[in-house]
Nanobody, 128 residues
Framework: QVQLVESGGGLVQAGGSLRLSCAAS????????MGWFRQAPGKQREFVSA????????YYADSVKGRFTISRDNAKNTVYLQMNILKPEDTAVYYC?????????????????????WGQGTQVTVSS
């Protein structure tokens, strides 16, 4: 497994931007697909975005498409989520997760249960 630590969350006004980072430990980071999920109070954890191990493919939830951008730097063992034009409904705890290649081959990258390792989460609050 890989250890994950998120950072970059905070309070921002609607229309603003934040950049989340997820730093991974271990030398096998480049073999994992990485996902971002979020969970608002009283709601289930939901898929936000994912990226394959070589960054050849990226995926987004419809609710964030065109506003969020996922990227990764395998040399730095880090995955990023650039969030623009933030809305109050984006308020949640954001988690990054590491998933095996099989998760992506099977097309189950949007399912939280497909991921083996999770970070502790970082709070994002968007005020109206």
């Amino acid at each position: 497994q890989v250890q994950l630590v998120e950072s970059g969350g905070g309070l921002v006004q609607a229309g603003g931007s934040l950049r989340l980072s997820c730093a991974a430990s271990g030398r096998t980071f480049s073999s994992y697909g990485m996902g971002w999920f979020r969970q608002a109070p009283g709601k289930q954890r939901e898929f936000v975005s994912a990226i394959t191990w070589s960054a050849g493919s990226t995926y987004y939830a419809d609710s964030v498409k065109g506003r969020f951008t996922i990227s990764r730097d395998n040399a730095k063992n880090t995955v990023y989520l650039q969030m623009n034009i933030l809305k109050p409904e984006d308020t949640a705890v954001y988690y990054c997760a590491a998933g095996s290649k099989e998760t992506y081959y099977r097309g189950t990258y949007a399912s939280p249960g497909s991921y083996d390792s999770w970070g502790q989460g970082t709070q994002v609050t968007v005020s109206s």
